[in-house]
């Protein structure tokens, strides 16, 4: 079969490899139709790893946002039936460690997450005709878009996010950052009952991609910086930020315009370097800082709210490749003008 497989910094190709096989009698066989392109995805393939920790040290195939067709099941398998569309859960705990055991299953202590180099050997993702997953990797759906199914992972890290805040019901809601995760927690935050959701980010493309999202106001802060002032008075102005850029800068900026006692969600991933300098709103302001690693019980709700029409994600959707073209469709991700590319099967 053929597969999008990453050899080492942007050395990736669409190759032949060995069809994955079913090995254990709880896992199923899938033949992929569309996948997402994720910053980690790309930030193997520009750099060859993931900061410093995390580095290509073998080939792997890329990629771990996506949906599929049943093609096979193994014997424990009661749930699915050849034939089932399925969208895909990267995460494959072990459910037999201390975390696990707890129900901690983010925290897996043996995790295989698809597409990853975290662990050697690699596991390999899903940018590949077929992949073989553990049955609690599936979720059925039915008579979705494979675009709007592939949607789901990104989303679920959104509703995760909007989760840490607590009841966002009736609440004046902040996202620092317009990208694909920020805009997918202002639609999330909306669906979940807040009042206001405001989005702010120095690009306009992305603002205006925000708004079709669900976000009730947008502000450019690099063009009106005199708005994030004013927020920033009298001690705030909204009662809980989610920080989904990663930029230390923007995160203070956050601080600054919650108010005393709210909660603020670490979405975004900090890099080397840019990590806020300034904690003093949020030591002085008593907030309540919470992060967000992946996701695990969010799956079903966000699934759900695809399936019901409550979300629509395709504004984020700014082209989709064939398979064969997987070096095409990178360079379009890695544009900053791009939100989110997808390839197809």
């Excluded at 099941?73 to 969208?87: A, F, R």
């Amino acid at each position: 079969m053929k597969a999008c497989v990453l050899h080492k910094k942007g050395d990736l190709h669409f190759e032949d490899v060995a069809e994955p096989q079913i090995k254990c009698a709880d896992e199923v066989k899938v033949k992929i139709l569309a996948g997402g392109i994720c910053g980690s995805d790309q930030h193997y393939f520009a750099e060859g790893g993931i900061g410093s920790a995390i580095v290509v040290r073998e080939p792997i195939v890329l990629g771990h946002e996506g949906c599929g067709i049943v093609e096979s099941v193994g014997e424990n398998v009661d749930n699915l039936k050849v034939g089932d569309m399925v969208i895909l859960r990267p995460a494959r705990p072990c459910f037999d460690c201390e975390y696990c055991k707890i129900g901690m299953y983010t925290y897996c202590m043996n995790m295989r997450h698809l597409g990853s180099a975290a662990t050697l050997p690699h596991t390999q993702g899903l940018f590949a005709e077929k992949v073989v997953v553990h049955k609690a990797q599936c979720r059925v759906v039915k008579n979705m878009k494979p675009e709007v199914a592939a949607f789901a992972e990104p989303l679920g890290i959104a509703y995760n996010g909007v989760h840490s805040l607590g009841d966002v019901v009736g609440k004046n809601v902040l996202v620092m950052g317009a990208g694909p995760i920020g805009c997918l927690c202002a639609a999330a935050a909306k669906t979940l009952g807040a009042d206001r959701v405001t989005v702010v980010d120095i690009r306009s493309k992305p603002l205006e991609i925000a708004l079709q999202m669900g976000a009730d106001e947008v502000c450019n802060s690099k063009e009106n910086p005199e708005q994030i002032e004013k927020w920033c008075q009298n001690k705030g102005h909204f009662d809980c930020c989610i920080e989904a850029t990663g930029n230390g800068f923007a995160a203070t900026q956050a601080m600054k315009m919650t108010r005393p006692e709210g909660v603020f969600s670490q979405v975004g991933m900090f890099g080397t370097g840019h990590q806020p300098q300034d904690l003093g709103p949020f030591m002085t302001k008593g907030l309540k800082w919470v992060s967000v690693f992946r996701f695990y019980e969010e799956f079903g709700p966000c699934v759900s709210a695809l399936e019901r029409g409550l979300i629509d994600p395709l504004p984020l959707l700014s082209a989709s490749y064939p398979a064969e073209q997987i070096n095409e469709a990178m360079q379009a991700a890695l544009s900053p003008e791009t939100m989110k590319v997808q390839i197809h099967f």
